[in-house]
């Protein structure tokens, strides 16, 4: 492949600070670089006889998405669960996802891959667990799934240390004693995590230029004092960003206080663990001191519109976030709570934030939206302002659509259309560093079809393998159940549910 890369005749969405749209338009990349932008004819590379050239006449050209809050293990979970809340969700894919091995966890992550690349997203932040605890071959496998794949990806490997009653508002007579065996008594070791993280670090941190390193502890609510202490001084040892979930469901707020008179939010401030590296997925619980702690931190919020819909977790603040300058991006979740397709979920994101808003005039555009689900997930990744943007020296990931597909038929506003038409069907080429990853709708890199019929060998088999577990989760979900209601019926002076139509 030439050093240089030339598209020439495109409708260039460049989402730059001015939103220009650059039709037609050319870019010269060089390096990996976008070195130049402009009307077509205008521009030439230095040796244009020596460049590689797509004709992108017909197609949009965009920034690729970023998916800035994954769990890859989900990959092999695909439709195992429905009308479920996150505190049951827990139990059962706790279960589910149990006695995996290292190709379990690299198809895991290929699934994502796949789906992700084939639809115009070409950056991910994996908040990947391997419960109960991390081990090196599982991280190897999930880091040279994305690897193989292509993918600019960030891996945070998530951890808690406490066990599952003690991460809940579970009242002792909600759960028998006999149900309750397994979820209650020693914590997990932290020093396993560490290890593992200083595993990564010195094998995969940086790998091709694509691969980067968070932390990755679960949520303030599973974690001891001492974890999330050892974290801050890991953070600082290593230079590392911190990925969390943080307010995802009532049941969580009801627990903040407790913690810290600021809450969850404030004590990761207080321990140095909020800042402009931090990105916190979720959000839809949090308090207006939550959200000035977190401008004030600089953090960035990652909004997952479909799975919050998905567990009932509820609707983020993300008009009060936005109107605070919090950058927002847009993310998945796990694939057992819905598709990948980003797209989708962006225009999920800017429909549900003016069922939240009366005044039309303070709704967020298709510009804003494609912002949150490009630049702003490049900045929870740890790209801020290099990536995300078609402009000179940024970094170029990015994606071709093609326009003669009904949903992007008649050419109108190719920003719109992209926002609320198309889900990622009519991506033709993906570019990741400017090397083809996807080419006429085909990934250049791994065998889909062999990959696909091997993932579902493994999935039919840790049904099967975890059939025990799962029976025992379900036994158990009556009385979880009966906590989230009684967490449900408190008024807490947040309301996040559209349960008033």
């Known amino acids: 492949m030439s050093a240089t890369l030339w598209i020439k005749n495109a409708t260039v969405v460049t989402l730059d600070g001015a939103r220009r749209i650059v039709d037609p338009g050319d870019v010269v990349i060089r390096d990996g670089l976008i070195d130049a932008v402009g009307p077509s004819g205008t521009l030439r590379p230095d040796n244009p006889d020596a460049a590689d050239v797509i004709d992108a006449r017909d197609r949009i050209l965009l920034p690729g998405l970023v998916n800035a809050h994954v769990h890859s293990y989900a990959g092999l979970l695909k439709g195992t669960v429905d009308r479920t809340c996150l505190d049951v969700f827990m139990l059962y894919v706790t279960a589910a996802s149990a006695e995996r091995r290292p190709r379990d966890a690299y198809l895991s992550a290929m699934i994502g891959c ?110 001891s004092d001492e974890l999330l202490r050892e974290t801050a001084d890991f953070a600082t040892e290593h230079g590392l960003g911190l990925h969390s979930h943080m ?31 931090s990105s916190l997925a ?78 039309y005039e303070n709704w967020f555009d298709a510009g804003d939206a494609l912002e949150m689900a490009t630049a702003n997930g490049a900045r929870a990744l740890g790209y801020g302002g290099a990536l995300g943007r078609i402009e000179p020296g940024q970094i170029a990931d990015l994606a071709l659509y093609d326009t003669r597909t009904l949903q992007l038929q008649p050419r109108i506003d190719p920003m719109r259309q992209l926002c609320f038409y198309e889900s990622g069907y009519a991506v033709d080429t993906v570019l990741v560093g400017s ?50 209601q009684r967490i449900m019926a408190d008024p807490c002076g947040v309301h996040r549910f559209a349960d008033g139509i």
């Open 435 to 484: 090397e083809a990853m996807v080419r006429e709708g085909r990934l250049t890199r791994v065998d889909e079809d062999a990959l696909l019929a091997e993932a579902n060998e493994a999935a039919q088999r840790l049904l099967r393998d975890n059939a025990g577990g799962i029976d025992l989760a379900e036994k158990r979900i009556p009385h979880i159940h009966a906590m989230v």
């Open 282 to 359: 979720h959000f839809v619980w949090a308090s207006d001191r939550d959200i000035e702690i977190v401008r004030e931190a600089g953090a960035t919020v990652v909004h997952a519109p479909a799975s919050n819909l998905f567990t009932g977790a509820g609707i983020a603040p993300v008009q009060k976030l936005r109107r605070a300058g919090i950058p927002v991006a847009v993310s998945s979740d796990g694939v057992n709570t819905g598709n990948m397709l980003m797209l989708e979920k962006t225009r999920l994101a800017a429909m549900l934030a003016r069922a939240t808003e009366p005044d």
């Open 114 to 223: 796949i789906e992700m690349l084939k639809t115009g997203t070409t950056g991910v932040l994996d908040h990947c667990p391997n419960r109960p605890l991390h081990k090196p071959e599982l991280l190897d496998a999930e880091f040279q799934a994305y690897a193989d794949s292509g993918m600019r990806a960030a891996i945070a490997p998530m951890f808690g240390d406490l066990p599952y009653l003690d991460t809940v508002p579970v009242e002792a007579s909600e759960m028998p004693e006999d149900l309750a065996e397994g979820l209650r008594g020693e914590r997990l070791g932290r020093a396993a995590y560490f290890d593992a993280m200083r595993h990564i670090l010195r094998e995969w941190r940086g790998r091709e230029g694509r691969l980067g390193v968070l932390l990755g502890v679960d949520g303030v609510q599973r974690c």
């Open 247 to 277: 307010l995802e469901t009532k049941t969580q707020m009801a627990m903040a206080a407790a913690r810290h008179n600021d809450g969850f939010t404030g004590y990761l401030a207080e321990l140095g663990l909020l800042g402009d590296k």
